[in-house]
């Protein structure tokens, strides 16, 4: 993940997996995760739960509507 580390805070950051990966740390102010797991499966995982927490709630499901949502957010 040394790539997040060439661009300032100010940038937008969109990740998009299930989360049930390796830690990370973004140092962005807004940052999205976007997961194509449905929603009601995220607690099963501890990793999804993990992410979930550290991205206060910033976690949106993969979906065209929630996309939407996600991109607002982005925006500001």
């Known amino acids: ?3 997040l580390h060439r ?6 950051v969109i990740f998009m997996g299930d989360a ?3 830690g990370w740390k973004a140092h ?3 940052v999205a995760w976007l997961n194509p797991s449905p929603e009601d499966a995220w607690h099963y995982t ?3 739960r993990l992410i979930d927490e550290q ?7 993969l979906t065209i509507n929630v996309l ?5 957010y982005l925006a500001g």
């Open 28 to 30: 962005f102010d807004r």
């Open 46 to 48: 501890s990793s999804t």
């Open 20 to 22: 049930a990966m390796s």
């Open 1 to 3: 993940m040394d790539v």
């Open 68 to 72: 939407e949502e996600a991109m607002g």
């Open 55 to 61: 991205m206060e709630g910033k976690m949106f499901p």
């Open 7 to 12: 661009f300032g805070k100010d940038y937008r």
